[in-house]
């Protein structure tokens, strides 16, 4: 059976930030690139740049901080007060770009021919079809840009938006360092917002970006004006298809347009032009021109409410009730339907979203829905200058470095800008004065077509016949259609490998090896020390024990009390490199009292385990995910660096060596533990330079054991019973929680101590009321929903959580579960006993919320996860005073029916109790009070959560999740992460020969 973990709902910590909220900006720079070389080195390369990336859920808590900042300070961001710093990064790929890299599956979905697919052709030859000025014609055709957007020069873009340069610059130049030579720049744009006042708007004047969509389910509280449309017209992948491709899944397409505004002879052709009537100058004329072609006033007021003046107090109100933008082009349908009195049928905001002209026609709003799109972009140049304006002559460069997002570029941006903005007779529903039908000309400002006149009818009010040659204001000069890819699809798919070198601009590795030679970090690779030898497998010295060990009962194995036969040694030397790694029988090694280890805690590590498949072959469980991180270790501790893929090579043969130990009984495996120390035998306090890796077995059975004894049913896991603590806390922002370091556990010992006197079994450690994990496992919860599904939440991965192999397993398997239950596939990743989709997010968890979810029946299941445990339920979590309150420590469970009954409902999606806003709505509830007591109350009180008793001991959710890992694990199954192709990590469990 092979399985694959498509998603099935847009996730906001999966989706990348700019597309559904919008990066925040006072600047940003964009950087276009070549992937040069060997694309491999880039893609490998790029696992490092996948952490810096920032999702929805990031950006909206960005936001959520800003807005406070604001508050505190009473200040937009020009006025008093300090600039909040921040930075938000994303990329994007272009077709070509994924073509060099070797991905496939990404096309524009209503293209049914790649020769025509936009994305697939690129802008460049798409540019006569959108009305691009240029020379030739058809496949000849060579539009007027900018030399660096020539024929699929680009590959990519990578952009940084933030609160200043300097911030933007420093995230730049750490992104750039990450890529090194595996890319070359074509061009890098910066774009900066208008100073002061004009703030938010565009070169022109108009105030923009009033009228982005909002999406079903992810917008909880809309404001008025069109309704929120589904999130399949933004995101791609929203289907239950079961064949859609992993990479396109919470993904989307951007249309980038590198837009010049030709401002002063804009404000003079209004001032030249200008609108006559009763009681106007010609100053207003000429506004009232401007704000007829745009369709807005300069406020942002819109015409359709407001046709004769501007009502800047309308302009403004984006927030409070959003009437700028409830509005839906309706009057002419009231008047006679040739009436444009309020907002002509050519005016710029009417031909790229005509709200009723489309929903009151006869023409569905989900087909209207399908060409909306999410702008975004940023102005660049800068301002009109004195001698521009007396000259009504464009000299400085300036304009728009425009950005939209959707699901389909076809009925995107290019239908937007081909059908509607270039397109004379637009709706066909314009009807002149006399019944006739009226082609009120191209889009007044974005209207494209070639050198052609650009005639429009309706500007002027009183003559809504009366047609004027507009000029071209607007001049592209460069542009490329891209993929945003989801952070998934760039982790799993597009990068090559897992996260082995990321580089912290702030303490750089004092050594790395390159083609063999050992470098200076001060000196950019300049100095090159003599050779150095690396890890190599092919030097493998075995010495096989000659008196082996008996096997231990596997009823007397505890956790880490055993060892095997033989060890796995091999050590770094500053002058020499890498020794031959040794396979020899077990024992004592010698280490030097004043050893970096010893003295400064330079110790990392990795836990992986063993297993039998039923045809007896030694399997490990995705070993490519603890050599990853294992790396990023001793990075972290500026250790020597070794290859993974060596030592991965070495311990499969340490394994098969050791196959005896590895027990055939369900459950149990061989522990493998790998270590890396550091050896410099000097007091000082610097780095080691030197360093020892060695690897040893130990057989184990389940970490926390099976419940036995009178009346406790057959294979019944007792639940662990929790205190939250946040008096000691286990790791913090820029620290090192987020590695597999020694020193991230032994602070630990001591409070665990204190609550296992207290007859808890684990800690959940807290940071303020910030839910962490638990002991030394990820944190998990499964929360009932309004709709009957589920949602399974774990903490996000911000550098205080430590990356679990079993914890991203968990999350893949429940996505496949999904998957599978939408498609009504017979695939086999459907979970045994679970009837209810599972919602995977990645989300910050407080102790309140799980309070109040506990105290409205919604917190169904908790549990833990870890190499160890691989999944321990959890029984009770208390906190503060709760010592006292603790059940008996009795293995007998305690039934009732009502408790029995609950647990089986809740699997069928009929809990009785209500559901909640699923993770994804961004909404943080955290502070909302239950029965007039908020959570943050109850904590002060002390007192204890007590999760549903059910009949084994694990919940069903957790019941069958833990089951199926373990069938993975034991080879009874076969589990494909995102491809067997060779490309990404492949099947989970791996042979060792």
Same mark, same amino acid.
Request: aromatic letters at 8%; glycine letters at 10%.
């Given at each position: 059976m092979r399985m694959t973990t498509p998603a099935t709902t847009p996730d906001p910590h999966n989706i990348q930030g700019d597309i559904i909220v919008g990066i925040p900006k006072k600047t940003q720079t964009y950087f276009f690139f070549q992937i040069d070389g060997d694309p491999s080195l880039f893609r490998k390369a790029l696992v490092d740049i996948v952490p810096l990336i920032k999702t929805a859920a990031q950006v909206q808590k960005d936001r959520e901080a800003l807005r406070e900042h604001k508050r505190r300070h009473g200040h937009g961001g020009d006025g008093p007060g300090p600039l909040l710093k921040m930075t938000g990064t994303q990329i994007a790929f272009s077709n070509a770009g994924l073509v060099k890299m070797g991905i496939s599956g990404v096309a524009t979905p209503s293209s049914s021919d790649p020769k025509s697919d936009p994305f697939v052709k690129g802008q460049f030859r798409d540019a006569q079809n959108i009305g691009d000025a240029g020379t030739g014609d058809a496949d000849n055709f060579k539009p007027a840009w900018d030399p660096a957007f020539g024929n699929a020069n680009i590959d990519g873009v990578i952009f940084v938006g933030g609160d200043s340069h300097h911030s933007v610059n420093e995230k730049m130049e750490e992104i750039k360092r990450i890529l090194g030579p595996s890319v070359k720049e074509v061009i890098s744009i910066i774009g900066d917002t208008r100073p002061k006042n004009e703030s938010g708007h565009e070169h022109f004047g108009f105030l923009d970006g009033i009228s982005n969509p909002t999406i079903e389910g992810l917008d909880k509280n809309p404001l008025p004006g069109p309704k929120p449309i589904a999130a399949k017209h933004l995101i791609t992948g929203q289907t239950s298809d079961a064949n859609t491709p992993p990479v396109i899944i919470d993904g989307s397409f951007l249309a980038f347009r590198y837009l010049f505004q030709l401002v002063p002879e804009f404000n003079e052709f209004l001032k030249s032009n200008p609108i006559k009537g009763k009681n106007l100058s010609d100053e207003e004329g000429s506004e009232l021109l401007g704000a007829r072609m745009v369709g807005r006033w300069k406020s942002g007021a819109p015409i359709d409410l407001t046709p004769n003046k501007d009502d800047p107090n309308l302009g403004n109100d984006s927030q409070r009730n959003h009437r700028n933008n409830n509005f839906f082009y309706t009057n002419e349908l009231t008047v006679t339907m040739g009436d444009q009195t309020h907002c002509p049928f050519s005016a710029h905001t009417r031909k790229t979203n005509p709200r009723a002209d489309f929903t009151e026609h006869g023409r569905g709003g989900d087909i209207l829905d399908s060409h909306r799109i999410a702008r975004r972009g940023i102005q660049f140049g @800068? *301002?009109?200058?004195?001698? *521009?304006?007396?000259? $009504?002559?464009? =000299?400085?460069? !300036?304009?728009?470095? +425009?950005?939209?997002?959707?699901?389909? =570029?076809?009925?995107? +941006?290019?239908?937007?800008? $081909?059908?509607?903005?270039?397109?004379?007779?637009?709706?066909?529903?314009?009807?002149?004065?006399?019944?006739?039908?009226?082609?009120?000309?191209?889009?007044?400002?974005?209207?494209?077509?070639?050198?052609?006149?650009?005639?429009?009818?309706?500007?002027?009010?009183?003559?809504?016949?009366?047609?004027?040659?507009?000029?071209?204001?607007?001049?592209?000069?460069?542009?490329?259609?891209?993929?945003?890819p989801s952070i998934t699809a760039l982790r799993d798919i597009i990068a090559l490998g897992y996260p082995l070198t990321r580089i912290f601009s702030s303490f750089p590795p004092p050594m790395a090896i390159q083609n063999g030679h050992a470098v200076n970090g001060t000196t950019n690779g300049a100095q090159l020390a003599p050779k150095l030898q690396e890890l190599d497998p092919s030097k493998l010295k075995i010495t096989l024990s000659e008196h082996l060990q008996p096997l231990p009962e596997l009823s007397t194995l505890q956790f880490g009390e055993k060892?095997?036969?033989?060890?796995?040694?091999?050590?770094?030397?500053?002058?020499?490199?890498?020794?031959?790694?040794?396979?020899?029988?077990?024992?004592?090694?010698?280490?030097?009292?004043?050893?970096?280890?010893?003295?400064?805690?330079?110790?990392?590590?990795?836990?992986?385990?063993?297993?039998?498949?039923?045809?007896?072959?030694?399997?490990?469980?995705?070993?490519?995910?603890?050599?990853?991180?294992?790396?990023?270790?001793?990075?972290?501790?500026?250790?020597?660096?070794?290859? @993974?893929?060596?030592?991965?090579?070495?311990?499969?043969?340490?394994?098969?060596?050791?196959? !005896?130990?590895?027990?055939?009984?369900?459950?149990?495996?061989?522990?493998?533990?790998?270590?890396?120390?550091?050896? !410099?035998?000097?007091?000082?306090?610097? &780095?080691?330079?030197?360093?020892?890796?060695?690897?040893?077995?130990?057989?184990?059975?389940?970490?926390?054991?099976?419940?036995?004894?009178?009346?406790? @049913? &057959?294979?019944?896991?007792?639940?662990?019973?929790?205190?939250?603590?946040?008096?000691?806390? %286990?790791?913090?922002?820029?620290?090192?929680?987020?590695?597999?370091?020694?020193?991230?556990?032994?602070?630990? /010992?001591?409070?665990?101590?204190?609550?296992?006197?207290?007859?808890?079994?684990?800690?959940?450690?807290?940071?303020?009321?910030?839910?962490? *994990?638990?002991?030394?496992?990820?944190? /998990?919860?499964?929360?009932?929903?309004?709709?009957?599904?589920?949602?399974?939440?774990?903490?996000?991965?911000?550098?205080?959580?430590?990356?679990?192999?079993?914890?991203?397993?968990?999350?893949?398997?429940? !996505?496949?579960?999904?998957?599978?239950?939408?498609? #009504?596939?017979?695939?086999?990743?459907?979970?045994?006993?679970?009837? #209810? %989709?599972?919602?995977?997010?990645?989300? *910050?968890?407080?102790?309140?919320?799980?309070?109040?979810?506990?105290?409205?029946?919604?917190?169904?299941?908790?549990?833990?996860?870890?190499?160890?445990?691989?999944?321990?339920?959890v029984g009770i979590i208390g906190f503060e005073g709760a010592e006292s309150e603790l059940p008996s420590t009795s293995a007998e469970p305690t039934l009732t029916e009502e408790t029995t009954s609950t647990a089986t409902n809740t699997t069928n999606g009929t809990h009785a109790s209500g559901g909640i806003d699923p993770p994804s709505s961004l909404i943080d509830s955290k502070d909302k009070s239950i029965s007039g007591v908020s959570g943050k109350e109850l904590i002060r009180e002390g007192g204890k959560i007590t999760l549903p008793v059910h009949e084994k001991g694990i919940g069903p959710i957790s019941d069958a999740l833990r089951g199926r890992v373990l069938d993975i694990q034991e080879g009874r199954i076969s589990f494909a992460g995102f491809s067997g192709d060779g490309k990404g990590e492949g099947e989970w469990s791996v042979t060792c020969v």
């Open positions: @800068p *301002e009109v200058t004195q001698e *521009e304006a007396n000259n $009504k002559r464009t =000299i400085h460069g !300036r304009g728009l470095l +425009f950005v939209c997002y959707q699901s389909d =570029i076809l009925n995107g +941006f290019q239908f937007v800008q $081909k059908s509607w903005a270039n397109n004379p007779d637009f709706l066909d529903l314009a009807l002149d004065n006399k019944g006739n039908k009226l082609s009120p000309g191209l889009d007044s400002i974005i209207g494209q077509n070639a050198e052609s006149g650009r005639d429009v009818v309706g500007t002027d009010p009183a003559d809504p016949d009366g047609k004027i040659t507009i000029p071209r204001f607007i001049v592209p000069r460069g542009g490329e259609y891209f993929f945003s060892h095997s036969d033989h060890i796995l040694v091999a050590s770094f030397d500053p002058k020499t490199g890498w020794s031959d790694p040794e396979i020899r029988p077990y024992g004592k090694i010698e280490l030097d009292p004043m050893s970096s280890a010893l003295q400064y805690g330079t110790n990392c590590f990795e836990g992986m385990k063993a297993y039998l498949s039923p045809t007896g072959t030694p399997l490990l469980f995705r070993p490519q995910r603890n050599m990853a991180r294992l790396a990023s270790s001793v990075h972290r501790l500026a250790l020597p660096p070794f290859s @993974p893929f060596a030592l991965l090579t070495l311990i499969k043969k340490l394994v098969v060596i050791e196959k !005896r130990w590895i027990p055939s009984e369900s459950g149990y495996s061989l522990y493998v533990r790998p270590t890396v120390i550091g050896t !410099r035998n000097h007091l000082g306090v610097k &780095e080691s330079d030197s360093a020892l890796i060695y690897v040893m077995c130990s057989p184990t059975g389940p970490y926390f054991p099976l419940a036995r004894g009178l009346g406790v @049913p &057959e294979g019944y896991i007792k639940p662990v019973n929790l205190l939250a603590v946040s008096s000691h806390v %286990r790791a913090w922002p820029g620290g090192t929680g987020g590695h597999k370091l020694a020193v991230n556990y032994s602070p630990g /010992f001591l409070p665990m101590t204190h609550a296992m006197k207290q007859g808890w079994d684990q800690i959940l450690w807290l940071r303020g009321d910030t839910v962490m *994990e638990v002991g030394a496992m990820n944190f /998990f919860i499964c929360v009932t929903r309004d709709d009957g599904d589920i949602d399974l939440i774990t903490p996000p991965l911000d550098g205080t959580i430590l990356p679990g192999v079993t914890r991203a397993s968990i999350m893949e398997i429940a !996505r496949a579960h999904s998957a599978s239950l939408s498609t #009504s596939s017979t695939s086999g990743a459907t979970l045994n006993g679970v009837a #209810s %989709r599972l919602h995977v997010s990645e989300t *910050e968890l407080s102790l309140s919320t799980l309070i109040q979810w506990s105290r409205q029946g919604k917190l169904i299941e908790a549990f833990g996860v870890g190499t160890a445990a691989i999944l321990a339920p």
